[in-house]
Structure formats: structure tokens, C-alpha cells
């Protein structure tokens, strides 16, 4: 069972090139072009000015500023942005050398992976298609199971239908109170069987989830596509992980 953290839009991007200046000098050369016209936009510092061609010949990159007459001045491919992640740093290198912090990767400790795996393995058997919420949900602090919340088949008010089916509303109002006597859940961490839906998600926020685990991600989902969880307007966030 392999857990994959949900990426951030930034994360999820392609890389591609846009068009520089450069001029090829030799290795005696270089120091004096970078003092005459390298790159200084704030924006490019994450680009390397110089790129070794071979034992002695060097491009430069050099700004708009410097003379368009000048007969070594050529043309190159740059990255469009600074990488973060293995593939965007590989794709940007192949066009330029650039400057960049390795992510931190985030750990899978928040949760024991023997509980995912049962939890997993009951949602798999008990609550096999996707719908459009979440059917089952469990809420774990310190790795203490808390308790278990399933979408209950059979007749129903129309009333008990609307809340039934979106089961986190509840369950978080239940589990919250249990803890603190408020509608928090702060450190606790959740695993769900589906993506839920817009207004559960929110719910999430509202309450302080930890981390989520999801079985199943949705099309156009709240998290998977729209990084609701990542959302800079929202006064918390927290980790979302898919299991691959």
C-alpha cells in the first residue's frame, strides 16, 4: 500500500521554456560579461547565468539591456519558472541550470500504517463504488482509534436522507464535542472512503482537521483538483493523501 500526498497546483505544473539572450564566450572571458550585462531581474535569480557548452566555451545570459549588436548574441531556452519538485527540477535543467531548494518531503508517520491498511481493507469490502460523498470515515488521535462513521443503507425520511448522506457533518460535530466539548478537531487525523463534497470539505477546514487519508479521489475533486486544502484564503490547512 503506497499513500501519494495531494500536490499543489504549483507542484502539479509542466515546465516549459520561453526565449533569452545569451552570448558564448570562452572560460577567460565570462567574468567580464557578467559584470558588463548579466541577468539582474529579481524574478530570474533562480537561473544560473552561466552554462558550460564544452572544456572552454560558456553562455552567458545577459539582459535587454545589452547591445543587440553585438555578433556573439544568441538566442536560448530557458526554464518558464523555478522547480520544486524531481521532475520540474530534471525538465528545467535540460534547458538551463538553475538554482533551486529541494522540497522536504512530508512523512506518513501521522497515522500507523497497520490502521490505514484495516480501515482500508474495510472501506474496500463494505463500501466498494464511489459516490458522490463520503460513506465511511474514521477520526484517529495519537493513533487511537476514536470512532467509526458508515452511511447506513435502507429507508429514510427525506429529512435523514439529506443529513445521512453527508455523514462528516455529523461526525465531526459528535467527535469534536467528545474531545473538547467544541466543535474542533484539532490534532486529529481522519481516513476517509471517498473525496468528499464541497460543504464537507469546508466542515474540514472549519474544524481543524490534521491529516486526511482518502481511498478514492473524485472527478473534479475538492482536494484532488482544487486544492481546496491548500487554499491560502482559508484560516487552516493540512495535508491530504491519496492511497495510489
Not at 101 to 115: H, L, M, N, V, Y
Not at 116 to 132: D, Y
Not at 157 to 174: A, E, G, P, V
Amino acid at each position: 500500500m503506497e499513500l501519494e500526498l495531494n500536490k499543489s497546483s504549483y507542484e502539479e505544473r509542466k515546465m516549459g521554456s520561453r526565449r533569452m539572450k545569451a552570448v558564448r564566450v570562452s572560460k577567460d572571458e565570462v567574468s567580464g560579461y557578467l559584470w558588463k550585462g548579466g541577468v539582474r531581474q529579481a524574478d530570474l535569480r533562480w537561473l544560473k547565468q552561466i552554462k558550460r557548452v564544452n572544456s572552454n566555451e560558456f553562455l552567458v545570459l545577459v539582459g535587454d539591456e545589452f547591445g543587440s549588436n553585438e555578433t556573439q548574441i544568441e538566442t536560448v531556452a530557458v526554464p518558464t519558472f523555478q522547480p520544486l519538485t524531481d521532475e520540474q527540477v530534471a525538465d528545467a535543467n535540460s534547458l538551463w541550470p538553475t538554482l533551486y531548494k529541494k522540497k522536504e518531503e512530508a512523512k506518513e508517520s501521522f497515522i500507523s500504517r497497520d490502521t490505514v491498511e484495516i480501515e482500508v481493507e474495510r472501506m474496500r469490502q463494505n463500501h466498494p463504488k464511489q459516490t458522490k460523498c463520503v460513506e465511511y470515515a474514521v477520526f484517529i488521535d495519537h493513533n487511537t482509534l476514536i470512532s467509526r462513521f458508515s452511511l447506513k443503507p435502507g429507508p429514510v425520511s427525506l429529512l435523514d436522507r439529506i443529513f445521512s448522506s453527508h455523514i462528516l457533518l455529523n461526525s465531526i460535530t459528535k467527535v469534536s464535542q467528545h474531545q473538547n466539548g467544541t466543535h474542533l478537531c484539532t490534532g486529529t487525523d481522519l481516513i476517509l472512503s471517498n473525496e468528499p463534497c464541497y460543504s464537507c470539505a469546508m466542515a474540514l477546514i472549519h474544524c481543524r482537521i490534521g491529516n486526511v487519508v482518502i481511498l478514492r479521489k473524485r472527478e473534479n475533486g475538492v482536494f484532488s483538483r482544487w486544492k481546496l486544502n491548500q487554499n491560502e484564503s482559508t484560516n487552516h490547512r493540512f495535508k491530504v493523501w491519496f492511497l495510489r
